[in-house]
Structure formats: structure tokens, C-alpha cells
């Protein structure tokens, strides 16, 4: 049996999120202690090949489903909620099929079944409609939520590309499977809507009941034309009421560059959700991929071990770092003569700033200079400012504002 | 005393926020008890002017603090959770200056205090980051949480205003205070990032380690530049890990378009939190408002009057809706001769679709005609499309892709 300062997992299934998961729970397991108090072990693993449900849930205080399909997962999870397991899992086809049967049991048996990991990957989705937009009345969701289309999409948009190409890229980046059919023709986000809308209208929806339209007919032209007209085309889900009734579905649809999700691209997934007491909150992330959709389920697992919003004491005392590394946008309000530039970017060579662009204009005797340069040390740039405030030609006051670099996407 | 199917809340405070929160949880109360399966209602309010803080605190289950400001809201959490009671506030500066004291009190009593509405108002960055990324190694994080400031930057860039004029305009709107100091010199900000960074990073946070530059300064020129170099002008909050320390600012700091706050525009926040694991997670939405913080405290209520992750049963059976409303971006080739683009205006024209866009290309003898259309019922467009198919001088199946307009930012 399992010791009261451990907590004992079981893993039902070992592929790609499986392994990730378990790496990632042994390499946080110490900050977990710190969190729950209990230290989160994996009791037994369950693959093809080895291991015992009946032995494992036996061993288990909580239940990590990561096997896929409908059968048996869906025996397994209502086996272990029935033995008054808690069970985390990301297989959003059991949940878009037996989703109804399955939180039927939680509620009856008193145990949490999560599933943050089945929708939108690390995008906090469930948890922020379930909880955080539990009391609002939502009206409309939007979705991008298969990240295999968004990067296809992206790509054809970005190079030209024609679709088969895209796709092909995409399965040799491994954003998509070797067979992506249910990813291109629309089948794969339809099941992830149709669990978004059952939470956010609290009304009963099977996948059957989302319409769907894949991504297969797109094609080049159509992004040449999407760009004359300023538009962005991505595979949109759809959930809202209409006239007392709701409609789901899923197709290719052109946004607007102000639309929250027009600027979703590559592989990442993104839900805005509308109600009428909150406007809309937007949501984007990575949809998937092993170690991003492991760390959605070890969320789900803390939260199911600790009671929650008790915030831990502090773990840690960091000392506060004062100088850091920026780049610098720099305008500068000179004498209109020669040499002014150089004079310039000596004084920044010497400082080892670096200048990656520069705008210059005429104002009769004199010019404005701008500058953005590449990221240095914030003190040495600021040592490089005073020396260039002091040259003669400078007629103003520098101005100097930090620009900030994309570096994830 | 209170009835076993009613769940006793105590308002202390009833200015925006409070008056809000009263409201919104009288309309959804019927929908919180399908939830949780208990009614809540307001046990007693707390103003300057009425009640008696002891005798709410005696008859409540649960205390909303949004009073607002450092005593005596310090007092009456501390003695609510003395008191064993739940408490749910939105004090940022509450948070960022006894923060350390209150979570050690709930943590000692054994009860919860929750706290969305504090920083990003709707935007539900306190839960993410500390359930759904409890467990993550947190890098970075970036944050637009002044949506005062965001509206004035966003004006200025749009417009061309002075900083003076776009501040004028934001109180008209009431999107600033009467007195806007903490908002433009940055010290608003400064606050939640102490609250953020200490949540994020499990180290001590005060908020007089942040450091803090407002937008007071920033010119009109400032962001005619940024336009000429492509970048987006944002007041930012950044708390990031260095060299096995932590910096935590606020300052004006350019975007690049890529950057996923760059697009965030007018009075909304916007948090941007990176981690090796998930890559990078963004929320944003509107960041304050009566009505949008009073929805946050209400999420926060339910979250600790109910077991978490119970999804609840069904509460409603919508209809399914199979026709809706759409716009649809049309692409026809046809021959190119006079009367094209009238014969198929006609068609639209009488299946009451209105155009709001069309680009022409000639191609030798044929031309592709592309249209963007005004919302309509898809069945009305469908037929016309039809219609049109059948044209004489339609070279190739028409297609049909459809535009989702921005509705609410």
C-alpha cells in the first residue's frame, strides 16, 4: 500500500504523452511535495505489452488514462471512478462519445474525472470555462483547435505553398500524423467542439451533432485572394446559441485582422469565448505535442490532489535582478551635418550596442535620428546614452524606449 | 442561521464592483444552484454607511472583501478566516502589499481565499497559473494588466493624439479615474506583476521591489516611429528569471507583430507566460469593469463553494440550429465579357445577399471575379449559389468560403 506522504499514480498507456508525462512527474515531483504536502509517485504502468489494470488501480490513489480510443479506456476510467479513484485523461473521443455516462459517474461516485489535456493541449480551456466562467452565460465560442490544420494553413498562407505540400512539410516536422485525416477533413476538431459546447451550455452534444468541413479543397489562390482582401484563413469551430437553439460546427472560415484569433499561427490552438457580463477572454497556446499535453495533465492531477486555491508558501527566494538585457528603440533630435552618425554609433560600438535599424529625417537645420538596436546589457546602454547626450550636435533630450522580441514562436 | 440548501455570501463593499456583484449574482443564482446544489444569496452588506462587519461575518459562509484599499480589508480577511470562512476579493493592493500574511492565515485556517478579480479583471490568470501550471517551471512572463494605459496607447496609435487628449478621451469613456496617477506612472501595474511574479515563481514578491516607468512622457512622434518600424507600443510588466534571479518591471516597451501581445488593443489585458515545457500560454480579455470583475468574483465564489471538477449535469436541451448567419467570400471563374459581374449582383441581389467587396482579375479570355458578402442566412447564400453555378459563362464550380467579422472589440 501507499505510504501517507505519497501519493500513488497509475498509468494506463505509455506512447508519446505517456512517457513525457512520467518524465515530467519525476522531474517535478519535489516541487509537487512542496505544493500537496505528498510526494506523487507512479505505481505501475499499463501498456499493451505489460502490466495489470486490476493490480494497478488496486495501488493507484489516482488514475492517469493516456491509452486513446474508446475501448477499453472507457472501461478503465469507469472501473476506477467506480473504486473511488480520481482520473485525469486526454482522450477527447471517449469524452465527445461517452462523455454524458462518464461525468454521470464522477458526480455518483464523488470523484473528479479531468480532462484539460483532451482540448486545445496546454490551453486552459476546460478548467477556465468549467470554473473560472462557471456562473457566466455564454453565448458564443470560437475555436482553432487542431494545430495540424492551423500549421498547414499558416504555411500556405506564409510561402505560397499548395496544400499537399504543406501537409507533407507538416507530417516531416511532426505536427501531423502519417495518416491526417481526421485532422484535414475536420473530423478531429468536431469531437473537441462538441465537448467545448456541452460545458459551455450545459446542454447535451454529441459529436454527431457538429457539422464539419475539413481543409482538403483550400488552395493557393484562395490564399492570394484572402491577402488581397486583407483576410486570414483558419479552420474555425463555432459554438452559440442562435434563437434559443445552439449551433456546432466546424469549417475554414476567413477572419479579420482585428479578430482575437486571426493572429493564431503555426501549430498553436486558440478559444475565444463570449458572453455578454465579460465581452470575450481569449485563450492560445500549443495544442499539442508530448511534453505540452503532459503538462496540462500533471495540472490536472496536482489540482485533484490538493484542495484547491490554498496558495503554498513560498519556495523559493530568488535575489531581485536589477540589470537586465533589452533592446532599445533611441531617437535622437541632432544637428543636420555630416559625420552625425557615425559619431553616433561609435559611441554605441564602443559600448558594444549593437544597431539592427535605423530611420533618419530631415527637419530643415536639423534631423531626428531613430534607432532600434539588437538586445545588450540595460547599464552599458544607458552608459552609451549619457555619452551620447553629452556629443555637441545633440539638441534634445535622448529618448529611449525597450523593445521587446518575440523569442518562443 | 442559514438553511442547508442556501449558501450565505457577506459583501463587503458595494460601490461598482460590489453593486455588480450583487446583481449579477441575484440573475445567475438559479444556474449557481444547478451547480453546486445550493442557492447563494447575500447574507449581509458591509458600506461605510451600513452594517456591522461581526454580524455579517456571524451569518455568512463566505466573505466577498471588495472594499478596497489596505484597512480596515486587511482586518476584516484576516478575522473572516479566523472565522473559518472562505474569502474572495479583488484587492490588487491588498494582495501585493500583506499578500505573504493572508495566504499563510488560509493556509493555517484551512480555508480558501481566491482572488481573480485582483489582477487582468476577467482574464483568468491567477487560476491558470496557479492550477493549470502548478506544476510548470515558469521562464518569463509578460503582462499588459493596465487597461487604462493599453486604451491610451492604442488611441494614441490610432489617432495621432497626445498623450493629454487620449487621457481626456479615456475618463469621457470611463476608462480612466478621475485621478489617473497610479494608472500612467506605471505603479498599477507595478502591483499586480508583484503578485503575479510571486504566484509564478514561488519566491517573495513586494511590490516595492518593482521597478516602474509610466507612459507619462511618450509622444506622438514616438509612435509615428514605431509605425515606420513596424512595432506596437505597449505598457508592459515583465518578470523573468535571470542568472538564478528574478527581475520584475514595468515600462513602455515596443512589440514586434509577431509578439502574441502586440495585438492586444483598447482597455483589455493580456498575460503572456512562458515555460520551457508548454512553450507559451496567452489569456487575455477586458481588465476591468464593473460587470467583468464582479464576474470573476463570482467564478471564485462557486470555485470554493463546490467540489472542484465536478462537471455538472445537463441543464438545458437546445435544439440543434442547422441554418445560420454568415458572410462568405466568393470566388467564380468566368468568361470575361460585359454584364459578368450584373448577372451575378442580380442573383445575390435577389436572394437578398449584399456585397461588400469584389476584386476582378482578367486571365485571357477568362477573368476570376472574388466577392466578400455582408452576413446572411447560409441557405439564402447557398441557393443563390446554385443559381449562380448555372450561369452561362461560370467556367468552373464557384467557391464558397466563409468570413467571420470581429463583433465585439
Known amino acids: 500500500m501507499t505510504s501517507p506522504s505519497r501519493y500513488a499514480i497509475g498509468l494506463l498507456g505509455h506512447g508519446t504523452v505517456g512517457a513525457a508525462f512520467a518524465e515530467l512527474l519525476e522531474e517535478r515531483a519535489a516541487h509537487v511535495e512542496h505544493i500537496t504536502g505528498v510526494r506523487p509517485e507512479i505505481a ?26 474508446l475501448e477499453p479506456a472507457r472501461e478503465y ?9 480520481h482520473v485525469v485523461t486526454a482522450n477527447k473521443q471517449l469524452l465527445a462519445t461517452h462523455g454524458e455516462e462518464l461525468w454521470a459517474a464522477a458526480r455518483e461516485h464523488g470523484v473528479q474525472l479531468r480532462f484539460e489535456a483532451a482540448v486545445a493541449g496546454v490551453v486552459p480551456v476546460i478548467r477556465v470555462i468549467q470554473e473560472s ?17 492551423n500549421y498547414i494553413l499558416t504555411e500556405m498562407a506564409r510561402t505560397g505553398a499548395s496544400f499537399e505540400d504543406a501537409l507533407a512539410q507538416a507530417q516531416e516536422l ?38 464539419y468541413e475539413g481543409i482538403v479543397g483550400i488552395t493557393p489562390d484562395d490564399m492570394a485572394y484572402a491577402r488581397d482582401l486583407g483576410l486570414e484563413l483558419k479552420l474555425i469551430g463555432t459554438a452559440e446559441r442562435i434563437d434559443g437553439g445552439l449551433s456546432v460546427r466546424v469549417h475554414p472560415a476567413f477572419l479579420y485582422p482585428g479578430h482575437p484569433l486571426a493572429a493564431v499561427s503555426g501549430p498553436f490552438n486558440a478559444v475565444t469565448v463570449e458572453s455578454p457580463a465579460i465581452t470575450e477572454i481569449t485563450m492560445s497556446g500549443p495544442g499539442a505535442g508530448g511534453p505540452q499535453t503532459a503538462s496540462a495533465v500533471l495540472g490536472d492531477v496536482i489540482s485533484a490532489m490538493i484542495p484547491p486555491a490554498s496558495t503554498p508558501a513560498t519556495e523559493e527566494r530568488l ?11 533611441l531617437r535622437l533630435e541632432v544637428a543636420d551635418r555630416p559625420g552625425v552618425l557615425a559619431s553616433v554609433a561609435d559611441v ?3 559600448h558594444e550596442i549593437s544597431v539592427k535599424s535605423v530611420v533618419q529625417r530631415g527637419l530643415g537645420d536639423n534631423a531626428r535620428l531613430v534607432m532600434v538596436s539588437h538586445p545588450a546589457l540595460e547599464s552599458r546602454f544607458y552608459d ?26
Open 348 to 350: 554605441l560600438g564602443r
Open 133 to 149: 466562467l462557471a456562473a457566466a452565460h455564454v453565448e458564443r465560442l470560437h475555436g482553432i483547435v487542431n494545430g495540424t490544420t
Open 77 to 85: 476510467v469507469l472501473r476506477a471512478m467506480a473504486a473511488g479513484r
Open 384 to 409: 552609451a546614452l549619457g555619452e551620447i547626450g553629452r556629443l555637441d550636435f545633440v539638441r534634445d533630450e535622448p529618448r529611449a524606449i525597450r523593445v521587446i522580441e518575440e523569442e518562443f514562436v
Open 319 to 329: 535575489p531581485m535582478v536589477s540589470d537586465v538585457v533589452s533592446g532599445f528603440y
Open 174 to 211: 511532426g505536427y501531423a500524423e502519417a495518416d491526417p485525416t481526421e485532422d484535414v477533413n475536420g473530423k478531429d476538431a468536431a469531437a473537441k467542439m462538441a465537448i467545448l459546447a456541452r460545458l459551455a451550455f450545459s446542454t447535451p452534444v454529441s459529436v454527431d451533432q457538429v457539422t
Open 44 to 69: 505501475g504502468v499499463l501498456t499493451r505489452s505489460r502490466g495489470d489494470f486490476a493490480d494497478i488501480l488496486e495501488r493507484s490513489q489516482l488514475v492517469v488514462e493516456l491509452i486513446g480510443g
